[in-house]
């Protein structure tokens, strides 16, 4: 079975500060991977999204995320936190096509002024 | 580009009253829509896949008759909760399928209430 993990619950960062979430999948075959935040009350925004070529992802927000296969890791970060980063962040990951995305449990991002 | 609507964004019914949720991709074409329910500070569920002409692929313990889904066109999938309960309640999302870029886009999410 497909499955994604998000260890922390809760990252808390200062301001200014390069920050981290960490995800990890297990996936048959060749992983989609992808990262979605979500506001509060609101439905999940589009962050970014690792399908083939470069290990390095950029994305919306000044996001990154790299894909290691080696590790299944597909870790979400930023050089530097904003305040208005602070939200609920999902790691998602699929096989191909039109199947469904398999969702990790989700981290909550604190970002302190 | 890639926008996804959901109609309404709240809405709070009486039990044993229907209620139908409205999807919508409102810049692209979506033959393949999902429907999620997300509780209280946990991840989202997935309900069911939605396939534009076709009937709807349901998750295990999700009750088809209860959680009716219609996929008439290529950019609209509606949910239904037959006879809401107030278990019913919670915070539904849908998203589609962007074909060109293999990218599921969110719907903005509708509130429940089930009195």
């Known amino acids: 079975a497909q499955s994604v993990a998000q260890p922390e619950d809760q990252v808390n960062v200062a301001e200014g500060n390069p920050l981290t979430v960490k995800c990890t999948y297990s996936?048959?075959?060749?992983?989609?991977l992808f990262w979605y935040v979500q506001y509060p009350n609101r439905g999940l925004q589009f962050l970014l999204k690792y399908i083939t070529g470069d290990n390095l992802v950029k994305g919306s927000y000044g996001f990154e995320a790299e894909f290691n296969k080696s590790q299944t890791s597909f870790h979400l970060k930023k050089p530097s936190a904003l305040v208005s980063d602070s939200a609920l962040y999902f790691c998602a990951a699929k096989v191909s096509g039109n199947t469904p995305l398999v969702f990790g449990k989700g981290t909550r991002l604190s970002v302190i002024a | 580009g890639a926008v996804v609507s959901q109609h309404p964004s709240r809405v709070i019914c009486k039990s044993g009253t229907s209620v139908k949720i409205e999807c919508r991709s409102l810049?692209?074409?979506?033959?393949?829509m999902f429907w999620y329910r997300q509780f209280p500070k946990q991840s989202l569920m997935l309900m069911a896949t939605s396939n534009e002409g076709s009937k709807a692929t349901y998750e295990q313990g999700v009750e088809k008759d209860k959680f009716l889904i219609n996929h008439a066109s290529l950019t609209l999938s509606t949910l239904t909760v037959t006879s809401a309960h107030p278990e019913d309640s919670s915070f539904y999302i849908c998203?589609?399928?962007?074909?060109?870029?293999?990218?599921?886009?969110f719907g903005p999410g509708t509130r429940l209430t089930v009195l």
């Open positions: 996936v048959s075959g060749n992983p989609y």
């Open positions: 810049d692209f074409q979506a033959t393949t």
């Open positions: 998203s589609a399928m962007h074909g060109a870029t293999d990218t599921q886009y």
